[in-house]
């Protein structure tokens, strides 16, 4: 069957000689333009996903991010707070060194005494001695 | 000396612990800032919640009536236990011991600081935020409104007589006698605003601490005694112990023991926060501290030491006793399963006190101890001698136990002032007692320890000046029972006690002045003193009475000792004397051996061994002692060459002209004589029925009215007195003054050969 050249002005036929609306030319690029578009819709969507994979990762890298920074401030805090209990142990040993010193003073005083009493009680035997 | 803490795993309060106080049968009550009374029970274990308090309201502080008041003897042993618990908002509360609110009294503007019961708990006194200082009564009704001033009154004391107070204002401390019309005494206290002060009632000291971070001890009037070192807080609270011998303080993590005169026994750093107020249990051995992380922590004084001569005690942990003997090294245990109350060691033994018995441990025998039963738990003191010891309660009163554990006697003395008797106003001998008055504090009380009756009647010792404290002889016969006793001025006195004839009052002979402390010797009558920072030691005081010329010569001072003003004797052991330093430190040093053997010659009257060691030491204050032992045990010849010695010509001329004497009696009066004692031999010529002896006795002495009544009593030699008595006035060239005399002028002829002549024949008699 021949192909009529022009059915109907308005009115295309196409290779496989069905009736268009529009001209084959431009059918084909609005075809050409529908595949592009849809090849762009799917990288868009391949994006997206990817987008939305790294700010995922990204999210959890800040978290994580966060908590190493919370335990630096908490390791920090702490070696201060330790700095100064340290501080405050140095005071209460140096309180109880202050006081054995004292004690330890009291003692010698006494020992002197009581050497100085053995002495004494030497003395008088060897008096005994000598008479 | 150490504490023992012992805290909870958990603390039971969630919040703070505000205060604690002591129940009456020691159990513990603290109140927190969660609300909640606790009731501890230390020996279970347990703690009760005793009741709730409403939202809201914060306690400051709580005290318990004390027991003695609250039961007011066994009569109305009935009545139900209250405790005072004190608001922020305010109030005051009456609580009864099973957590009823009796009684809520709206008291202060802004929050009461404090309550205090008096000592005997008919008053209740109260401090607060808006700088007053109120009374009430027991009921919670307003007596006085006592002081206003501008800033918070964080603290009040009472004084040990309860009518005195004591309150902080600001950096000052103010005492306010309760008369309206008596005068406050003021002084500055602490360079910042004061917190807490206590006044002992036991040793009347007062002990301060404040935001300065130092505490301080002051005497009534004012005077410091003692500042301490700088702490890291501030002293936010302190309480003495029963007995005055220790206080505690508390501060930031902080807790300290110190000795009553200051110096720091022990210092303990829990990390509990701040200890904000302290109680000591009425027995003394143990302290509760309310801390602010909500522990309420116990501390218990453990390893008391003890000495005597060769034996060394300390007092450990759970209610052991670790003897020493220091000469064979042999260490004993001794285990009791009670809290140990007292200990005493001492005269071979050592004497154990827990709630409710007694335990003798002899030294020679460890292992078994004699035991005697306790009607309380709490005994205030505990003294030994050579044969008795002495165990006061506020029960029982005071009794004394042999060492076989029965009991001797029961001293007749008011029972409820036994709880102010300290180891300064109670001295005892092996035969007797002395105690001063708990109001009188010139008076002394002497009793028999054999009969607990007081000697010479009832009629008491009075000074002129308070006592402050006093020391009974240790050894010798009762005749010679000395009492030694110290008063306000520092003056040392001496008195003999149990003379075989006693005068109508005591006779007391000063022995100096500026005298720190005094202590008499264990086994001889030897009694050493601190004056002026020295050390002196009287060899043979009894000497006072017969020659007090000789007295200065028995004296002997320690030159080179070291020790500062303020040190106070321990103990005189044998030939050593202990001291304590104001710093603490306890300084030994040794006196002579040679008064002690001695003392010994001349109790078993061998003589001539005592001359032979007089001559072989050359010590003159040796033979000034012997001089006047001998002639107190009227042995002439040995007191010739002792006098001689000590260069008293006049005294060998007296005594070679005694000696030549005809008849005992003769020599015993001029012996009287010889020791000022003109009474004495008065009474020994009359008891001869030598009537002109003691007649011319009086005459020589000017005594002429005593004289002229024993003449007309006897009928005999008016006339001699008489015409002596002219010659007298003749002499002085002045007039008859004597109601008597110039009643009897005239009456009798005066006739100097008859006078003469009756005299000769007197003599004659005397000779014969």
């Known amino acids: ?86 501080d405050s142990q140095k005071q209460q040993l140096q309180a109880l060194l202050i006081e054995k010193k004292m004690e330890l003073e009291r003692l010698r005083v006494q020992y002197e005494s009581l050497k100085q009493v053995e002495q004494d009680q030497q003395e008088i035997t060897e008096d005994f001695g000598l008479k | 000396m150490r504490l023992k803490l012992s805290y909870q795993e958990h603390p039971k309060h969630s919040e703070l612990v505000s205060c604690v106080t002591w129940g009456s049968s020691s159990e513990l009550y603290s109140v927190g800032d969660d609300h ?24 400051t502080h709580i005290d318990w009536l004390p027991a003695q008041a609250a039961g007011g003897g066994r009569k109305q042993s009935s009545r139900p236990e209250i405790f005072v618990l004190t608001c922020t908002d305010g109030r005051f509360l009456l609580v009864s011991s099973l957590g009823r609110v009796e009684k809520a009294v709206e008291a202060h503007k802004g929050a009461v600081l404090g309550a205090l019961w008096s000592h005997d708990g008919t008053a209740l006194l109260t401090n607060g935020e808006d700088g007053a200082v109120k009374i009430w009564s027991r009921s919670g009704m307003l007596r006085t409104s006592l002081a206003q001033s501008a800033s918070p009154v964080y603290s009040t004391s009472w004084s040990p007589d309860s009518d005195q107070v004591l309150y902080t204002n600001g950096k000052s401390l103010v005492i306010r006698p309760l008369q309206p019309a008596a005068k406050p005494t003021h002084w500055k206290a602490h360079d910042g605003v004061i917190l807490v002060a206590d006044w002992s009632t036991a040793n009347n000291t007062i002990v301060s601490g404040g935001e300065d971070r130092k505490y301080k001890l002051w005497d009534c009037y004012g005077r410091c005694l003692y500042s301490s070192l700088l702490h890291d807080s501030p002293i936010a609270s302190l309480s003495w112990s ?95 399963h009670d809290r140990i109350v007292k200990v005493s060691l001492g005269w071979g033994h050592l004497v154990a006190i827990t709630p409710l018995q007694g335990f003798i441990y002899n030294s020679r025998n460890w292992t078994t101890p004699v035991t005697f039963d306790l009607k309380t738990t709490t005994v205030s003191l505990l003294l030994l001698t050579d044969r008795h010891f002495l165990v006061a309660d506020n029960v029982s009163g005071l009794l004394v136990y042999s060492y076989e554990g029965r009991l001797v006697s029961t001293v007749k003395y008011p029972r409820g002032s036994v709880a102010s008797l300290s180891v300064l106003t109670v001295s005892i001998s ?80 000063s022995l100096g002045g500026m005298v720190g402390s005094i202590a008499w010797n264990d086994s001889t009558n030897m009694l050493a003193a601190v004056t002026d920072g020295r050390l002196a030691v009287w060899y043979h005081p009894l000497v006072a009475f017969t020659n007090k010329d000789l007295l200065p010569q028995t004296l002997v001072r ?114 009287a004589l010889f020791s000022h004692r ?40 008016v006339d001699t007195v008489l015409a002596f008595r002219e010659k007298h006035l003749t002499e002085l060239g002045s007039k008859e003054t004597l109601a008597k005399f110039i009643e009897c002028q005239g009456k009798v002829k005066i006739d100097w050969d008859t006078i003469r002549s009756k005299i000769e024949n007197e003599e004659n008699r005397g000779l014969q």
């Open chain 1, 1 to 86: 069957m021949a192909v009529p050249a022009q059915p109907l002005p308005g009115y295309f036929y196409d290779e496989l000689s069905k009736i268009r609306v529009l001209e084959p030319d431009t059918a084909q690029t609005t075809d050409e333009l529908r595949e592009e578009c849809k090849d762009f819709v799917d990288r868009i969507g391949e994006f997206q996903s990817l987008v939305g994979s790294f700010i995922g990762m990204v999210d959890g890298l800040a978290q994580e991010v966060e908590k190493e920074k919370m335990k630096a401030i908490g390791a920090r805090n702490l070696l201060k707070s330790i700095a100064r209990e340290r």
């Open chain 2, 36 to 59: 909640l009374i606790l009731k501890w029970d230390f020996k279970s274990g347990e703690t009760t919640q005793v009741a709730p308090l409403q939202k809201g309201t914060y306690v």
């Open chain 2, 242 to 336: 029963p007995d005055g011998e220790l206080f505690s303080v508390g501060a930031f993590n902080t807790l300290r023991l110190c000795d009553k005169s200051g110096w720091s026994h022990c210092l303990e750093k829990p990390s509990t926060g701040t200890i904000g107020a302290l109680t000591w249990s009425s027995d003394g051995t143990q302290f509760a501290c309310a801390c602010s992380n909500g522990q309420t922590l116990l501390a218990q004084v453990v390893n008391r030491h003890l000495e005597w001569h060769n034996l060394e005690a300390v007092v450990g942990e759970d209610s052991i006793i670790r003897v020493k003997d220091v000469l064979t090294d042999a260490e004993e245990r001794l285990e009791l």
């Open chain 2, 430 to 509: 092996v035969d007797t007692i002395a105690i001063r008055d708990k109001k009188e504090e010139k008076v002394v009380h002497l009793f028999d320890v054999a009969s607990g009756k007081e000697l010479r009647e009832g009629k008491p010792l009075c000074h002129k000046v308070e006592i402050v404290s006093l020391s009974l002889s240790q050894s010798g016969p009762g005749s010679q029972r000395q009492l030694a006793f110290l008063d306000q001025n520092h003056d040392l006195f001496l008195t003999l006690v149990r003379e075989t004839t006693p005068t109508q009052t005591y006779q007391t002979v």
């Open chain 2, 558 to 671: 320690q030159e080179d000792s070291n020790f500062k003003k303020s040190a106070q004797l321990v103990q005189f052991v044998g030939n050593c004397c202990v001291l304590r330093r104001d710093d603490g430190a306890l300084i030994t040093t040794s006196v002579s051996p040679f008064p002690a053997i001695l003392h010994q010659y001349a109790a078993s009257s061998k003589w001539d061994a005592a001359t032979k060691l007089c001559r072989f030491v050359k010590d003159p204050a040796l033979w000034a002692c012997l001089a006047g032992m001998a002639t107190n045990a009227r042995d002439l010849n040995t007191a010739e060459v002792a006098y001689a010695a000590v260069n008293e010509i006049d005294k060998v001329h007296y005594i070679a002209e005694i000696k030549a004497l005809p008849s005992a009696e003769c020599r015993n009066a001029e012996l």
């Open chain 2, 678 to 717: 003109p009474q004495h031999a008065e009474a020994i010529y009359l008891q001869a029925g030598m009537v002109y002896k003691a007649i011319q006795l009086n005459t020589d002495l000017f005594n002429w009215e005593r004289a002229l009544q024993l003449a007309l009593k006897h009928k005999t030699h």
